[in-house]
């Protein structure tokens, strides 16, 4: 079974849509991650979460919020979906507490279409 | 604050061939380098990471890279490709935001083994 699991892993939706997408984890990891990749940007942070009463924003947390419901996940809303919200959406976790420094788990990605 | 730099957005190369992706960073302060590879349709898994030590580091899948200060690089390379390293790498650099430790990410470099 896969340690970071997203869902859905495909979603198209429409202008003005809330959406949520969700990540949980089974590696035990304070600290979760979501991210949104673009072509030729990389990875771009979107929020972090440090344990389940810190959650922080990142780069580029405009139009987007989140939710820490437990250690074990961490989800991902869209309150008002919008074309340029296109993306692939990826969650990940990390431990540094066992010396993997910096070192994160990433989920297999959820792709979003905003029509 | 940090950034990433990867040269290259797209390297063709003949089967059995070496390759180097080059990725250079913005700081010379006290860092800790990786290198992801995300397959098609996959998440982003560790390649290879630096955290001290010794400045050529090996990786999964017959890579290494080389960690040079003064050049502010950590250039991945493989002196004989294979078609399943076909791949999206991307290189990322630990850096402190909000006064927490994060990834930053470069722009990705995709890599394609043509037989």
């Known amino acids: 079974d896969a340690d970071v699991t997203q869902t859905p892993r495909n979603r198209i939706t429409k202008t003005g849509k809330r959406i949520m997408l969700e990540c949980s984890q089974t590696k035990g990891h304070d600290r979760m991650y979501w991210y949104r990749q673009d072509p030729g940007l990389g990875l771009r942070l979107i929020y972090y979460?440090?344990?389940?009463?810190?959650?922080n924003k990142g780069e580029i947390s405009d139009g987007y919020s989140v939710s820490r419901q437990a250690q074990a996940k961490f989800s991902l809303s869209l309150e008002s979906a919008i074309p340029n919200q296109t993306a692939l959406y990826f969650c990940?976790?990390?431990?540094?507490?066992?010396?993997?420094?910096?070192?994160?788990?990433f989920g297999p990605g959820t792709r979003l279409t905003v029509l | 604050a940090q950034s990433v730099t990867q040269l290259d957005s797209q390297v063709p190369v003949f089967e059995e061939a070496p390759v180097e992706l080059r990725c250079n960073y913005s700081?010379?302060?006290?860092?800790?380098l990786f290198w992801y590879v995300q397959y098609p349709n996959q998440g982003l898994q560790l390649l290879l990471k630096?955290?001290?030590?010794?400045?050529l580091v090996k990786g999964i899948n017959g890579f290494e890279a080389e960690f040079n200060k003064s050049q502010t690089s950590f250039h991945l390379r493989k002196p004989s490709v294979h078609i399943s390293d076909t791949a999206e790498y991307f290189c990322a650099v630990t850096d402190i935001i909000q006064g927490a430790q994060k990834l930053v990410f470069g722009q990705g470099t995709r890599l394609t083994i043509n037989p």
């Open positions: 700081s010379s302060v006290s860092v800790y």
């Open positions: 979460s440090f344990d389940v009463k810190d959650i």
């Open positions: 630096y955290l001290s030590g010794s400045t």
């Open positions: 990940a976790t990390s431990d540094p507490g066992t010396g993997l420094i910096g070192e994160q788990f």
